[in-house]
């Protein structure tokens, strides 16, 4: 019986000692969540970026994840109010855990990057090889290690298997000219390092499937972006490629609504032998007009213009196209002294131009300037719900002479590499890029498209 007070007594001690902790632990609750920590144990450290989107593409369109934005460039000299690219060899490994929407990606500078490519030459068996510039015996390799830094924010470094997360269940089309199909084996290139796909392509398209995620990469030949006739037409005798500049690749447009995400461009091939038709007559020709007392009325740099318009203001306006639209501007070549087939050379570059280096190319800077002005008109006449971004990589890579094949085209251990005795180079390609290079740079940006536009939920 005397031991029942005590034991009530420890009772209410304990009690009150229970309140006080009670107390103190929703205290520290409150000052200090315990949900981010938590997360941080389980996922990683801050880098770790929600990739929120909303409800309904969640179900219908991209899946939800989380994106640890890795190893990323910073050069400590960059100043926003520049406008020209620069060559710096600073180099800090960062995380980015903000959103960085309102940053110009196209505005940086070539920094050095000693982690080097993401791929290598061997492993990769899709690779042209007129691109495997180390299999073909090319003697200097630094080319691979420099990446971009745009100067208000940081590109990250591609995830492969973050990028097939965020394209799952979907197909990514590369569409136009044979640096197209550069950038798409790029692409090809750097996914195949966590997963082999299967070949599933055939005579109207290549067609690469990632099982794992049900992703679908895919490349249509389209060099013109317009239809093409081979069919004799007015005073255009039969044999001559006929671009009809008002109307877009049948091919393309039918594939077209199939696509969720696709990367067109073009270009080059305006500077071969064809003919231009517009509203059903021949107004120009490019290395072809047999009679001079006729007025040319489009030159071949007027032609790629309304081909850019043409083709865009078709995506924009197919009735069954959603999708996002990626025009990668155009690719500047490199060829110094001559064109590719009259002796021009970019043999013994090592490495970007440094700021202050680049000769303006003025062709180069044209075509640039049409086709930036045919993505401005076919804006205007949108009415469908797709998207259309310019990806504007032009100026930064006029500073990247380096990143050509030139003489190493093949892997002929015969095969001069050297000027003759008339000091004349010999045959090269300083139109498409080395495998690894500076293309891998364009995926790198088509995957930051890609991020940032569904993070921010696709608003048009």
Not at 34 to 62: A, C, M, Q, R, W
Not at 74 to 84: E, I, K, T, W
Not at 369 to 383: D, M, S, T
Request: proline share 7%; glycine share 6%; with cysteine.
């Amino acid at each position: 019986m005397s031991s029942h007070p005590r034991s009530l007594s420890w009772i209410v001690v304990s009690m009150g000692g229970l309140a006080v902790f009670l107390i103190l632990a929703s205290w520290v609750l409150i000052s200090y969540p315990i949900g981010s920590t938590v997360h941080k144990y389980f996922y990683g450290v801050e880098s770790v970026e929600k990739f929120d989107l909303p409800v309904s593409l969640i179900n219908s369109t991209f899946t939800n994840v989380n994106l640890n934005e890795s190893l990323d460039l910073v050069h400590n000299n960059a100043s926003p109010d520049l406008q020209s690219p620069t060559v710096s060899s600073s180099y800090v490994s960062t995380d980015t855990n903000r959103e960085q929407t309102g940053c110009d990606l196209y505005q940086g500078n070539w920094v050095h990057d000693p982690s080097g490519p993401l791929y290598t030459n061997n492993s990769c068996p899709v690779l042209t090889q007129m691109q495997n510039c180390q299999g073909n015996g090319r003697p200097d390799k630094d080319y691979e290690n420099w990446r971009w830094k745009p100067f208000q924010c940081n590109l990250p470094r591609f995830d492969p298997k973050k990028f097939l997360e965020i394209m799952r269940g979907k197909t990514l089309a590369f569409i136009g000219d044979s640096v197209a199909r550069n950038q798409m084996e790029s692409m090809l290139c750097i996914l195949w390092q966590v997963e082999v796909p299967k070949n599933r392509g055939n005579r109207n398209m290549q067609r690469y499937y990632f099982r794992s995620t049900s992703v679908m990469i895919v490349r249509i030949w389209s060099s013109w972006l317009v239809k093409v006739t081979n069919e004799p037409f007015d005073f255009a005798p039969a044999g001559v490629d006929k671009l009809l500049l008002d109307a877009p690749d049948e091919k393309v447009m039918n594939f077209l609504p199939t696509f969720d995400v696709v990367v067109i461009s073009s270009g080059h091939w305006f500077a071969k032998q064809s003919v231009y038709i517009l509203n059903n007559e021949i107004v120009g020709g490019q290395l072809w007009w047999p009679d001079q007392s006729r007025p040319i009325k489009v030159n071949n740099i007027e032609a790629y213009g309304i081909s850019v318009e043409t083709i865009l203001t078709a995506f924009l306006n197919h009735p069954n196209y959603t999708g996002l639209t990626i025009l990668r501007s155009y690719s500047p070549d490199h060829y110094e002294g001559g064109a590719w087939n009259t002796g021009g050379s970019c043999t013994g570059k090592l490495k970007p131009l440094a700021a202050g280096e680049l000769v303006k190319n003025g062709y180069t800077d044209t075509m640039h300037e049409k086709q930036v002005n045919g993505f401005n008109l076919a804006i205007k006449k949108a009415r469908n719900r797709s998207k259309l971004i310019l990806m504007d990589i032009t100026d930064a890579f006029q500073y990247r002479h380096d990143g050509h094949p030139g003489p190493y085209r093949s892997p002929d251990p015969n095969k001069i590499t050297k000027p003759g005795p008339n000091g004349r180079a010999p045959p090269q390609d300083c139109l498409h890029w080395c495998m690894p290079g500076p293309v891998d740079i364009w995926n790198e940006l088509v995957f930051e498209i890609i991020r940032r536009e569904y993070n921010s939920g696709r608003s048009s």
